[in-house]
């Protein structure tokens, strides 16, 4: 499984990004796709996850409420729109793959991973 993620970028406190994962080579018949970030000398973390099966995404508390992942069929990726982004939220983003049926928060349950997009907020 390849991973594709872009849209990050910089953005002020209080505005929005849209991030794309696009996965390729996906032959699975479940699996779930998940974001990670990664700020500055913390370890990774996760944010969202969805699976094929139901796209009922999951998110992490920090996030709740103001990001929202889906399912773009048309564009073959999975989006994540990030609203009301804060200073914290600066972080390099990665999607993920797994073959799994239920989503996990753990990075060492997903074997494959995009090469990440770095987004900033700041004033």
């Known amino acids: 499984v390849q991973l594709q993620a872009s849209g990050g970028g910089w953005v002020q406190p209080g505005g929005s990004l849209r991030l794309s994962c696009a996965p390729s080579r996906i032959t699975f018949d479940y699996y779930i796709i998940a974001w990670f970030r990664q700020a500055p000398g913390s370890q990774r973390e996760w944010v969202s996850c969805?699976?094929?099966?139901?796209?009922?995404?999951v998110y992490a508390d920090s996030v709740k409420g103001r990001f929202t992942m889906s399912r773009v069929y048309a564009n073959y990726t999975w989006d994540l729109q990030m609203d009301g982004l804060k200073p914290e939220d600066t972080a390099v983003y990665y999607c993920a793959a797994s073959r799994r049926y239920w989503c996990s928060a753990s990075v060492d349950e997903y074997a494959s991973w995009g090469q990440g997009t770095l987004v900033t907020v700041s004033q």
């Open positions: 969805s699976s094929n099966r139901d796209d009922r995404p």
